[in-house]
């Protein structure tokens, strides 16, 4: 039999009803009870879409009013102490004070929980807290509650369950030296409990989502997965179990997979090339879910190609029941590309969004139910491959060549700087934006509906930066920026000044939370007509005597937060952004912009799972940020930006980068982050976060001053500069201006401590 699947759907609603429901909440605009009826429609309008379009395993609990990892925490119970101990803190209030960080009842921070990034994707997840007394309990009402939903509906569900293993994998731990994977024991139960409560409820099949199967397992790992086949194998009052891995190549964990007791497997043929070698020893009564559509970009299926492969596949192991899915959830790509208006046409008849991969699955299913006989739409879907194709030229400046090393080496470069800025003992600046608040987001609203023209529109953006430029005067931080109030976000705003790339109105995609984003489409050759930054840089400069930054986005997060050419390398791609980045930076100098800051956020998004894909990605990557960067004088002083990310994995590829300073997010993690700098003895100056911007919290001094005290065991005095974790474009001027100020505060406590 053939089938078809989804593995999730994009969450937020189709015009962010989620995203603005959430801040309203949070601003206690309205009632918890209208925020789970926003939530409640969300669901019911994305099973009707995808049982309209034919979907046979319609996916249910891969909502979430946060995240799903955060989801699977609540549902196991492994709640943190911090938050245990506030009997106040209760369902959403508690969920959320997890995500966010809230204040105690006597009025002491509760830090939220740490978010890094989910695999190789910019999704961010809440990283569980798991020690050795964490008190699990199962609270199975939510992937019920959802089952049931669907169910009144008419709408049979195959509810989404993060397994056990990856769970685990994703944790972490206080205590030193102990493993969340050693709890494992402790969650099969629930496990089983919940399967068996969801199988009371009438679901046939569950999927148990395991994409730690895709990683480098070490032996721990190995054990963990045998442990978790073994004990399901004795296991029969329980759905059968699709278990689905994504992100990466699975065939290299084949001897583990194949112990696995459960009924299905998928796979996603995106970054699994040859299935052959697992698929030959699976048990032909295995039902396979095959990963043909391109769950994580957005160009339109070759749907002859798959239809191939799909035939190839049966053809040669004859499995009972075939599926046809999504590489992985489609979270990670826009909703519906018929909400969109002002694409350039020829790019448009490229795409699909999730509603029209779901369509293409749906035409495979039909070509492969007729004996694998291409349906009428296969001519029309190979004249638009076809035209695609044809339409692009060839790629520009692909063999140009750059320097990729500064003139001087860091000390040479740290002494002219020196004298140059003359900047005190821990430097205090920021990561770049300041609060986009509703009246500068109306700004360019009103801009791109002619109610103001552009003198009036840069006059009024000029008035913000000269107001941001005078309070960081004002507060006593030494390196200055301009807020960044002209763009709407760090990656578009380049891209829309950039040649080669298409953009959307609603092409909405869930970063964290109600944090959403509009990624870039990359069609063609990427070129710099003209200079992006330079005026607002220049403009900012003359106001004050201390530095502002010039504030670039590196060329590997502009492509890691665009959808890519899927039609060339993405090395390659990245080496054109690069080379338009490298221009920025010199025509910067020419306007007397000294410090610049080329943030790379995704540099380590982009690390492949296993590693055996890595040197050659960090190679191209790091040349890519050396491209940009190598240029600039000595006396010009490069900073770099990172977020959550394990920075053990690619500490020497930072080093390569050679910036002379670089920001790292750091305070959720107490500065634990800052271990793989120590190991490695990080010769650059390096500013770990000390406030957590992603919580509405206003850290006190004293908080601050104890993670710069953390910092200054591991960095010495000399290389360390005091910033906030990111960007503060998220949150209030009334959680900033205090914020900062308390920064400040801490700033010079310590100064005065390492004067005397």
């Not at 940020?625 to 000595?634: L, M, N």
Request: proline share 5%; net charge negative; aromatic share 8%.
């Amino acid at each position: 039999m053939i089938y078809t699947s989804n593995l999730g759907i994009p969450r937020i609603g189709a015009n962010r009803e989620l995203k603005f429901a959430l801040e309203k909440y949070w601003k206690n605009q309205i009632t918890a009870q209208a925020l789970r009826e926003t939530g409640a429609v969300i669901q019911k309008n994305n099973w009707i879409l995808q049982k309209e379009l034919g979907v046979d395993f319609i996916p249910s609990n891969d909502f979430s009013y946060y995240d799903h990892v955060l989801d699977t925490s609540i549902l196991l119970g492994a709640i943190p102490n911090r938050f245990l101990n506030e009997p106040e803190l209760k369902d959403l209030d508690l969920y959320f004070a997890m995500a966010r960080g809230a204040r105690s009842k006597a009025g002491q921070v509760l830090p939220a929980m740490e978010m890094t990034k989910w695999f190789n994707t910019n999704y961010h997840f809440l990283v569980p807290e798991i020690n050795d007394n964490t008190r699990f309990k199962l609270d199975a009402s939510k992937p019920l509650n959802a089952y049931r939903a669907a169910r009144d509906l008419g709408i049979e569900t195959r509810p989404v369950l993060l397994g056990p293993v990856t769970y685990l994998l994703l944790g972490k731990s206080e205590k030193e030296g102990f493993s969340p994977l050693s709890r494992l024991g402790d969650l099969l139960p629930l496990y089983s409990q919940l399967f068996g409560e969801l199988a009371a409820a009438g679901a046939a099949w569950i999927q148990l989502d395991e994409p730690a199967l895709c990683t480098d397992l070490d032996s721990s790992g190995n054990a963990a997965y045998l442990e978790l086949f073994s004990y399901f194998s004795r296991i029969s009052n329980r759905p059968k179990i699709m278990l689905a891995s994504y992100f990466g190549d699975l065939t290299a964990n084949a001897e583990v997979i194949l112990r696995s007791p459960f009924e299905g497997l998928h796979i996603d043929l995106f970054n699994c090339l040859d299935p052959d070698p697992l698929l030959k020893r699976l048990d032909k009564k295995t039902t396979i879910s095959l990963g043909v559509v391109d769950g994580r970009n957005v160009w339109k299926n070759d749907l002859g190609k798959s239809l191939g492969v799909l035939k190839t596949i049966q053809d040669r192991h004859a499995f009972n029941d075939l599926i046809i899915a999504p590489s992985c959830s489609m979270l990670h790509v826009p909703q519906d590309l018929e909400l969109e208006n002002n694409l350039p046409a020829e790019v448009a008849v490229w795409l699909a969004f999730a509603r029209q991969k779901l369509g293409e699955i749906a035409e495979l299913k039909k070509a492969a139910s007729l004996d694998f006989t291409p349906t009428p739409a296969f001519a029309d879907n190979r004249k638009i491959i076809q035209k695609r194709a044809d339409s692009l030229h060839n790629n520009a400046g692909e063999d140009a060549s750059f320097s990729l090393k500064r003139n001087s080496p860091f000390a040479v470069r740290k002494a002219i700087q020196k004298r140059k800025y003359n900047l005190p003992l821990l430097p205090a600046t920021t990561i770049g934006s300041f609060p986009q608040t509703i009246e500068i987001r109306s700004l360019r609203s009103r801009l791109q509906k002619n109610e103001i023209d552009e003198a009036q529109y840069q006059a009024a953006i000029k008035a913000e930066i000269e107001k941001t430029i005078r309070f960081q005067e004002q507060i006593g931080l030494d390196v200055l920026v301009h807020g960044e109030f002209e763009r709407n976000d760090m990656v578009q705003y380049f891209a829309e000044k950039l040649e080669g790339f298409a953009f959307t109105e609603n092409g909405w995609v869930q970063s964290f939370g109600s944090r959403c984003v509009r990624p870039p489409i990359i069609y063609g050759n990427v070129n710099r007509p003209e200079p992006m930054t330079v005026d607002w840089a220049a403009y900012s400069q003359s106001l004050t005597q201390k530095p502002v930054k010039g504030m670039l986005t590196g060329p590997v997060t502009i492509l890691q937060w665009s959808f890519v050419r899927d039609d060339q390398p993405r090395s390659q791609t990245c080496r054109q952004i690069a080379a338009a980045i490298r221009a920025e930076v010199a025509d910067l100098e020419k306007a007397g912009i000294g410090i610049i800051q080329i943030d790379e956020p995704a540099l380590r998004e982009g690390l492949p799972l296993q590693k055996k894909g890595w040197e050659e990605y960090l190679k191209w990557a790091v040349e890519c940020f050396q491209i940009a960067s190598a240029g600039a004088r000595d006396a010009t002083q490069i900073h770099t930006h990172m977020c959550y990310a394990e920075f053990n994995d690619i500490i020497e590829a930072i080093g390569r980068m050679d910036a002379d300073v670089i920001s790292i997010e750091a305070s959720r993690s107490k500065m634990d982050l800052l271990e793989a700098f120590e190991k490695y003895h990080y010769p650059n100056d390096i500013g770990p976060g000390v406030y957590d911007i992603h919580s509405p919290n206003v850290p006190e001094a004293n908080e601050m001053v104890q993670l710069i005290h953390n910092a200054l065991k591991v960095i010495p005095a000399g290389q360390l500069w005091i910033n906030p974790d990111c960007g503060l474009k998220t949150r209030r001027w009334e959680e900033v201006i205090p914020s900062l100020e308390n920064m400040i505060e801490a700033v010079n406590i310590v100064r005065a401590e390492l004067n005397q």
